[in-house]
């Protein structure tokens, strides 16, 4: 594993008060149990959303609330601004599956492969599931950064439309197709 430096932490309202939040929106006409097993599923994750990659579990299953996980990112911006992917550790600080028509996770970013200074200084993010009253589900993802100073202000006139493109379009689209298609191991 890379040498890791460490992010700050935030709480839960960072979600709400980030300089850059990204939320998007899906419904599925799947169930809440199915939607919620997608995103928990690794191998699921290179389907819907291709740029994480490599996820390894620093902690044993099951998932659950303190559960670690890091992943690599890649895309183009990583490359290009970094010189290629980055590494992220991130610790589940939130996890509930006890409820048949909502479920949800929060995860906050401990750790990055890159030195804070070039990335981000603080990031978290939340997943959620609900029931939609005309049957499937609706996902909601919130991704909450705090940029540091190249991704804001050296470079923000590609970081900042690139991962709103990617969290908010990008992400869900796939998702939707995915679903739709069948291609998702636990749709079939």
């Known amino acids: 594993m890379p040498c890791l430096f460490r992010l700050r932490e935030e709480p839960k309202s960072f979600l709400e008060t980030a300089p850059w939040i990204f939320k998007s929106e899906v419904e599925l006409d799947i169930s809440v149990e199915t939607c919620f097993q997608i995103l928990l599923d690794d191998k699921a994750w290179s389907i819907w959303h291709p740029e994480v990659t490599n996820i390894k579990w620093q902690t044993p299953g099951p998932i659950q609330k303190d559960s670690i996980r890091t992943v690599m990112y890649k895309d183009w911006m990583s490359y290009v601004l ?9 610790k589940f600080d939130s996890f509930d599956d006890s409820s048949d028509t909502t479920k949800r996770f929060s995860i906050s970013f401990t750790a990055l ?6 990335v981000y200084k603080a990031c978290r993010e939340e997943f ?10 609706k996902f909601t993802r919130t991704v909450a950064i705090d940029p540091a100073f190249l991704p804001r202000y050296a470079f923000g006139c590609m970081t900042y439309p690139t991962l709103k493109k ?8 796939r998702l939707e197709k995915a679903v739709k298609e069948k291609r998702l191991p636990i749709v079939n």
């Open 82 to 90: 970094l010189g290629g992917p980055i590494t992220m550790e991130e």
């Open 113 to 118: 492969s890159r030195p804070a200074c070039m």
């Open 128 to 137: 959620q599931v609900e029931e939609c009253q005309e049957g499937g589900c």
């Open 166 to 173: 990617t969290f908010t379009k990008k992400c869900p689209e």
